[in-house]
Nanobody, 114 residues
Framework: QVRLVESGGGLVQPGGSLRLSCAGS????????MRWYRQAPGKERELVAT????????NYRDSVKGRFTISRDNIKNMLFLQMNSLKPEDTAVYYC???????WGQGTQVTVSS
């Protein structure tokens, strides 16, 4: 089973920025598409962003386009999510995921509040 460890969350004011990280292990990181999901209290988990195995192709949900950037480092087996211009509705637990493999990390809490 894959091992995914998210970090970088925290409390930030509206308009602020955070950079999330995800360390992947127990699988060939460079060979897989990677995704960021989030789950807000009382809501279903939703897909936030996707990046191809090479990092050359990315996709975002409409509500984060222009504010979030997904990237990866296939040498260090790391996935990132740069989040700018954060809004209260971005508050959620954020998870990284390998869509073709089983397993989730513990997630990292992002809270956007004044």
């Amino acid at each position: 089973q894959v091992r995914l460890v998210e970090s970088g969350g925290g409390l930030v004011q509206p308009g602020g920025s955070l950079r999330l990280s995800c360390a992947g292990s127990r699988f060939t990181f460079s060979g897989h598409e990677m995704r960021w999901y989030r789950q807000a209290p009382g809501k279903e988990r939703e897909l936030v962003a996707t990046i191809s195995s090479s990092g050359t192709s990315t996709n975002y949900r409409d509500s984060v386009k222009g504010r979030f950037t997904i990237s990866r480092d296939n040498i260090k087996n790391m996935l990132f999510l740069q989040m700018n211009s954060l809004k209260p509705e971005d508050t959620a637990v954020y998870y990284c995921n390998v869509p073709t493999l089983t397993g989730w990390g513990q997630g990292t809490q992002v809270t956007v509040s004044s």
